[in-house]
């Protein structure tokens, strides 16, 4: 097997007495574009949360790159969704994707003329160079996500974990998103998204996890993304939508 | 001094029940602040009327009455308390300041707009103005007969309201867009709700004191929302702990020679703890039981497995 | 120095050590929480003084802070059962401790000169009546000193957090990913919170500290497009409000605290004014419409 840039085994997270998440084994190889996709309350966004430490789990362990998260922050970066931030607060477009930097800096350590710039060119990949220095608050939900896709563009990562990247997304953001995340795997980096859209993960997933409290069917889309497995994950009476799949 | 002294002295009668009125209808109307997820409003209402009782008293006084009849002083905080949450709503609807900050803003000048009237009333020639320093704290034992006829009408006023008024209250609380398609019109529902929680939060300042009042109007809910679980019987369960704990706590801080307001918030205190450790359904010890039984239960699953 | 001067230096120096943790208080939304802090000062203070017998002992400021935190805490605490909706845990915790401290006051401690009326209000002239003098010469009041290392603690603490203070305020998720440590950082900055309010409030009252605390900072949300900014009309505001405040109650012989907490209220409405005065010309919708043209949006 090639090396993993993430790979999750027996993860179990349960939310007070319900068990959001059973016993959840995941690998993504390097260079992998994995879609989670499962619907509401299948966990996607618990299984996000929990790979990257911030819920924390009953079982099971996480490692990206053959190591904890503690020791390679550097190298995964995380695109959470638009509504996760504050629109209200009162920092630049500029300022907030400056933030990406701050991981590397140490306590004494402030962002100079590099970072500045690496921000700059972050921006430029996402198309809003020109609103570096408005607030968040005069920006769109889509300009929003991609400001959010910009700040983990900065940190450099090997490995994009996103969180629903499309949602609530206008049709002008979405086409500068998923041109970044071309970008993204041409360049060899790996990505994580989670999706609602089984549409989204046809277009844009070589690799694919279906999700619903536990895993259905993990790895490339070929060999997971079936009508079955689908009709699995969903319940029966949404399986005529996906006619177009394979058997 | 006995038990039966409590219930036949005309002083501690007055005390006792003056008090447990203003428990039951700060812990009736407290529920709306609550289920509104504006419980602290209270404490601003509070703090805010202390520059009105003030300004009544000196309108009273300049017309030759007396500055710290209850009908002045209800007046008086009543009209500065709904002011003061208007002045908090609109910073919220018009900037981007939010209902914490906004609060905090609109007590604090309230309540120094009242130090200011105060260190003028005290240094001034104003007859009665003994004892005007006590709304800040309160003093159950100063209630006179006329005080409880005031606040019998003023709560009778308030619980008549509630009655009128439930369903679009509750509605409202509920599901504010539903009650607007409705055909409601939620800011003369919002006026009405936060007007009568200003009226109930303030009729009890002459008794426990404007530092306190907030948890007269947060805590009774608090506690009945860990028993209940329609608005109906949360509004009889927390009017039911108010006008208990503040009568337990008027009758304990008489035999204990204690101030009322502080002894009736403990008590009060007291209840919530039961509530949140005991009530059947939501209790803390159950629920932390009944999930470690669910991580259990997976992890045998997943070794079994 | 002459007492004016020293009263005058002091209410600025309280002003401005109170408002820079503000502004991240505000950021929090935990406005309220510093209301509920303030309160639990007193039964800090008298327990503080129950063990220790002295007014002056530094106990008393770090029993108050203690007392302080557990509020922050405990709130944080029950509104994590899940069993409580909207601000209600903020509200439940702080005056059961203050019925304490009262009660504490009224049974253990009638003998002490604890007046419950000046912890609630505060006396600036009173704090500011000590001075220090060397070789004769009086070099201001004892309390200015104190409020001065307060100020110093306070700007150590943002010089040297501030980069990871912002970047946790603004996402704490993202900001502890990175390795931030956004919930330690979150929790000294209260406990931070909670010293400058236990020292500013012998100078300003329970009540009135929290104008102190909150209020410059939400006059500078108003006006600011970034954190940079927030600070520097946090403290304008600030030193500002206190000086106008000041003269106010000093030519009127108001108390000091409560004239500053009017001014700072008057201050506040009046930028709301203004800013929404222009806001109404400009349009917050045509700032967002010409955000989308500059970026040749469809």
């Known amino acids: 097997m090639t090396e993993a840039a993430c790979r999750v085994s027996g993860l179990s997270v349960v939310y007070r007495t319900d068990a959001v998440l059973v016993d959840v084994d995941l690998t993504v190889p390097v260079g992998a574009v994995m879609g989670v996709v499962g619907p509401n309350g299948a966990g996607k966004s618990t299984l996000v949360k929990a790979m990257l430490g911030l819920v924390r789990p009953l079982t099971g362990t996480v490692e990206f790159f053959g190591r904890s998260l503690g020791e390679v922050r550097a190298r995964v970066g995380y695109v959470p969704q638009s509504s996760a931030i504050e629109a209200d607060f009162p920092i630049t477009v500029h300022d907030a994707v400056l933030t990406g930097t701050y991981g590397e800096l140490g306590w004494w350590g402030r962002p100079r003329r590099a970072e500045h710039h690496r921000a700059d060119q972050a921006l430029d990949r996402v198309g809003l160079v020109e609103l570096g220095r408005r607030p968040i608050g005069e920006l769109s939900g889509g300009q929003r996500q991609r400001v959010l896709l910009a700040r983990a563009l900065v940190q450099d990562p090997a490995l994009f974990v996103l969180d629903e990247p499309f949602q609530g997304v206008d049709a002008h953001s979405q086409r500068a998103i998923a041109d970044v995340l071309e970008e993204l795997r041409s360049d060899g980096r790996t990505v994580l998204a989670v999706h609602h859209d089984l549409a989204t993960v046809q277009e844009h997933c070589d690799h694919v996890t279906l999700l619903n409290r536990h895993v259905i069917a993990s790895g490339p889309r070929a060999e997971v993304f079936t009508r079955d497995a689908v009709r699995t994950t969903y319940g029966a009476a949404t399986s005529d939508e996906f006619g177009g799949l394979p058997a | ?305 | 120095m002459s007492f004016v001067v020293g009263a005058g230096l002091l209410a600025v120096v309280t002003a401005v050590a109170c408002a820079l943790p503000g502004m991240f208080v505000v950021l929090r939304r935990d406005s309220m929480l510093v209301d509920a802090m303030s309160h639990a000062v007193l039964p800090g203070i008298v327990v503080g003084y129950l063990i220790t017998h002295d007014l002056r002992s530094p106990v008393l400021v770090i029993g108050a802070a203690v007392a302080g935190l557990l509020v922050v805490l405990g709130s944080e605490h029950l509104a994590r059962t899940g069993l409580l909706t909207g601000d209600a845990p903020q509200g439940l915790v702080f005056p059961a401790l203050f019925s304490i401290g009262v009660v504490l006051v009224s049974t253990r401690a009638t003998n002490v000169h604890l007046d419950t009326h000046a912890v609630l209000v505060g006396d600036l002239n009173l704090a500011a009546f000590e001075h220090l003098s060397v070789s004769g010469v009086s070099i201001g009041p004892r309390y200015l000193y104190v409020m001065l290392a307060v100020l110093l603690l306070v700007v150590v603490f943002l010089a040297a957090t501030w980069p990871r203070l912002v970047a946790s305020t603004f996402d704490a998720p993202h900001a502890t990913l990175l390795g931030l440590r956004a919930p330690t950082l979150g929790t000294a900055l209260m406990f931070l919170v909670a010293v400058t309010v236990t020292a500013g409030f012998h100078a300003a009252g329970a009540v009135l500290v929290v104008a102190l605390v909150v209020v410059p900072g939400a006059t500078a949300l108003l006006l600011a497009r970034s954190v940079s900014g927030m600070l520097v009309w946090t403290v304008v505001v600030a030193v500002a409000g206190a000086v106008a405040g000041f003269v106010v109650a000093y030519l009127t012989d108001a108390p000091t605290s409560a004239a500053m907490a009017v001014l700072y209220g008057a201050v506040f409405a009046v930028v709301l004014a203004v800013v929404r005065g222009r806001g109404r010309r400009q349009g917050g919708a045509r700032g967002r419409l010409r955000a989308l043209v500059a970026t040749g949006h469809d």
């Open chain 2, 1 to 305: 001094m006995t038990v039966l002294d409590l219930f036949t002295d005309h002083t501690y009668r007055t005390v006792i029940a003056g008090t447990s009125l203003v428990g039951l209808v700060a812990g009736a109307w407290g529920v709306f602040a609550y289920l509104r997820k504006q419980s602290l409003i209270s404490d601003v209402v509070a703090h805010a009327a202390l520059p009105g009782t003030l300004v009544a008293f000196l309108v009273a006084v300049g017309l030759g009455l007396d500055g710290r009849a209850m009908p002045a002083l209800v007046v008086g905080a009543v009209v500065s308390g709904v002011l003061a949450v208007a002045a908090t709503h609109a910073i919220i609807r018009c900037s981007r300041v939010r209902a914490d900050a906004a609060m905090a803003v609109v007590l604090t000048t309230f309540f120094g707009a009242g130090m200011l009237l105060l260190r003028h009333i005290t240094d001034g020639p104003y007859p009665g103005k003994g004892g005007i320093q006590g709304y800040l704290f309160g003093d159950a034992s100063t209630l006179t007969l006329a005080d409880l006829r005031a606040i019998l009408v003023v709560c009778g006023a308030a619980l008549l309201v509630l009655v009128l008024c439930f369903k679009e209250i509750s509605h409202r609380a509920f599901d504010a867009e539903h009650s607007a398609i409705g055909g409601r019109d939620g800011r003369l529902v919002d006026a009405v709700t936060f007007a009568t929680i200003a009226v109930a939060t303030v009729i009890g300042i002459k008794a426990v004191g404007l530092v306190l009042m907030v948890a007269f109007v947060i805590t009774p809910p608090a506690a009945a929302r860990q028993w209940t679980r329609s608005v109906r019987s949360m509004t009889v369960l927390s009017a039911t702990f108010g006008a208990m704990s503040s009568g337990i706590g008027a009758a304990l801080s008489i035999v204990w020679a204690l101030p009322t307001g502080p002894v009736v918030v403990l008590v009060l205190f007291v209840i919530l703890v039961v509530s949140l450790v005991a009530a059947p359904r939501r209790s803390i010890v159950v629920r932390a039981l009944a999930r470690r039984r669910a991580r259990r239960a997976l992890r045998e699953s997943l070794v079994a497995a």
